[in-house]
């Protein structure tokens, strides 16, 4: 079992920043992959960037160059930093850690970018 909290979501104008955060109740180097999805409503949830524990990272097309996903093993924590943030990026917002074949996932935390 793999516990994940997430924190770091709110309120921010467009073209403003916000970093998540992500903090995983297992040793990081049993998880094999870390990773953000996200879900607007009415819509599927989708990618938006992972990370192995390797540190191999893979992004959404619409992210990319916009948000970084970075990893502390020490922490067992993951970060999320998104800037130009554009009111399409508002969704909840998932943590997710992958171990073997089983997905884990926190409960979601909320970002809203208002125009």
């Known amino acids: 079992q793999v516990q994940l909290v997430e924190s770091g979501g709110g309120l921010v104008q467009a073209g403003g920043s916000l970093r998540l955060s992500c903090a995983a109740s297992?040793?990081?180097?049993?998880?094999?992959?870390m990773g953000w999805y996200r879900q607007a409503p009415g819509k599927q949830r989708d990618m938006v960037a992972t990370?192995?524990?390797?540190?191999?990272?893979n992004y959404a097309d619409s992210v990319k160059g916009r948000f970084t996903i970075s990893r502390d093993n020490a922490k067992n924590t993951i970060y999320l930093q998104m800037n130009s943030l554009q009111p399409e990026d508002t969704a909840v917002y998932y943590c997710n850690a992958r171990v073997v074949i089983s997905d884990y996932w926190g409960q979601g935390i909320q970002v809203t970018v208002s125009s």
């Open positions: 297992r040793r990081a180097f049993s998880i094999n992959r």
């Open positions: 990370v192995t524990t390797s540190g191999t990272t």
